[in-house]
């Protein structure tokens, strides 16, 4: 159980487009869900911890305009990367979890972005 | 600024010994800890964690040993194995349960065969 997909896994883009990238709970409800980035030989940054039907709250440093974020239901959140760079180049994870305040977060497998 | 540290960036450990994974922690407020691990390409994995009421978790071949008054944390695979080769994570949070982590910066573990 406690299972997380992320889509796409991969995905490359032109500077200047927009990249969605879907995370979904497959076999719980997912109250709260977090969104985090990975550069190469670094920890997970988080970037914002998103509740179902409310608004997400952002770390510091994060443009809440550059990193659209949606949960728009207990399975579904949605990263949407606008007007991407290259420094957007990263890899994505999200995770989720069951109770709010509380519980393991599990994550998803990731999605690699390349913005050339 | 680092919250959570792993001062290891890798370790190699032969098959059958024992793996120890050591993380530092410098926010006093920390009182949730999680190990994950995790390979190339995918998202970390949990394997266990440990509340600050508790100075030791176990869970089959791993155990996680937390001392508060150090800030230090570690976690011990016995015996190991090829398949535990991969990223280890330690992660900390403040308040209950496991949100808003703080990662560590991994250490990646190699086990010889």
């Known amino acids: 159980g406690a299972v997380v997909s992320q889509h796409p896994s991969r995905v490359i883009c032109k500077s200047g487009t927009s990249v969605k990238i879907e995370c979904r709970s497959l076999d719980f409800q997912a109250t709260t869900m977090f969104w985090y980035r990975q550069f190469p030989k670094q920890s997970l940054m988080l970037m914002a911890t998103?509740?179902?039907?409310?608004?997400?709250?952002?770390e510091q440093g994060v443009e809440k305009d550059k990193f659209l974020i949606n949960h728009a239901s207990l399975t579904l959140s949605t990263l949407t990367v606008t007007s991407a760079h290259p420094e957007d180049s990263s890899f994505y994870i999200c995770?989720?979890?069951?109770?709010?305040?509380?519980?393991?977060?599990?994550f998803g497998p990731g999605t690699r972005l390349t913005v050339l | 600024d680092q919250q959570v540290k792993q001062n290891s960036p890798s370790l190699s450990v032969q098959e059958g010994r024992i793996s120890i994974l050591n993380c530092d922690y410098t926010?006093?407020?920390?009182?949730?800890f999680l190990w994950y691990k995790k390979y190339p390409a995918e998202g970390p994995t949990f394997l266990i964690s440990?509340?600050?009421?508790?100075d030791k978790n176990e869970d089959g071949r791993f155990t996680v040993f937390l001392n508060k008054s150090a800030k230090h944390l570690s976690l011990h695979i016995v015996p190991s194995q090829p398949g535990d080769s991969a990223v280890y994570f330690c992660?900390?949070?403040?308040?209950?349960?496991?949100?808003?982590?703080?990662f560590g910066t991994g250490t990646r573990l190699t086990v010889i065969p």
């Open positions: 998103s509740n179902e039907g409310s608004k997400a709250t952002y």
């Open positions: 926010n006093s407020m920390f009182d949730y």
């Open positions: 440990i509340s600050s009421i508790k």
């Open positions: 995770s989720a979890s069951q109770l709010a305040g509380g519980d393991t977060q599990y």
């Open positions: 992660a900390a949070s403040a308040g209950t349960g496991a949100n808003n982590l703080f």
